[in-house]
């Protein structure tokens, strides 16, 4: 699946993250057009920024309440966002690419044309999400949480899905064959025209108590 990328213009002004978020949030002002390289901002509450045409790298950004952020046209490259909220957001063509985002919560946020790419997503909340075309790509998910999520064209490729949590998602038309899935949790109901491989249908058989002799 294609989605369509974020285009970022080439003279992008230079921030600071401790100066420049905390003052739009202040001046309740969009924050456009900034590039944010090698800096930190630890456990800010900035809720329902609006940041678009926005280039983060290598940024340490742990622990930060980011809640219903609107995040336009934006790239996250190789940045810390461990533990950040990022509850009831909208991305829209955003791309993260080998961030680390353990414990990140974005319950019920929307992805449109979203990316992640190799990021660390362990124990990450993606519960009540909307997603309309999104790729997770060669991304490590254990135990993360997509319960009640609503997972539309949404492509996962080479992803560790150990333990995950897909308890009522709408999952219709999603491909597991690429990705590892070993003790995650599914409603049956809800793998009506999901695509596993036969190893993986029979595991999940087995979770059901079946016994299937060969």
Do not use: W
Not at 31 to 58: M, N, Q, V, W
């Amino acid at each position: 699946m294609e989605i369509f990328m974020p285009r970022l213009s080439p003279d992008l002004r230079s921030g600071t993250l401790d100066i420049d978020l905390p003052y739009a949030f202040d001046e309740e002002i969009a924050l456009k057009g900034f590039r944010f390289s090698s800096d930190t901002l630890i456990h800010a509450d900035l809720p329902r920024l609006d940041l678009s045409d926005c280039k983060f790298e290598r940024c340490r950004m742990t622990e930060n309440e980011l809640r219903g952020i609107a995040a336009d046209n934006i790239v996250f490259r190789d940045c810390d966002l461990t533990a950040c909220r990022f509850d009831g957001g909208f991305f829209r063509q955003a791309v993260f690419i080998g961030c680390r985002m353990t414990g990140a919560v974005f319950q019920d946020c929307g992805f449109k044309e979203v990316l992640f790419e190799d990021c660390m997503l362990n124990f990450a909340r993606f519960s009540g999400c909307k997603t309309e075309r999104a790729i997770f790509r060669q991304c490590r998910m254990e135990q993360a949480v997509f319960s009640g999520a609503a997972l539309t064209k949404t492509a996962l490729e080479d992803c560790n899905l150990t333990g995950a949590d897909f308890m009522h998602a709408r999952l219709k038309g999603m491909d597991f064959t690429q990705s590892q899935i070993g003790g995650a949790y599914f409603n049956i109901p809800d793998l009506k025209g999901v695509t596993f491989t036969p190893d993986q249908a029979v595991m999940l058989i087995k979770t059901l108590g079946i016994i299937v002799k060969e």
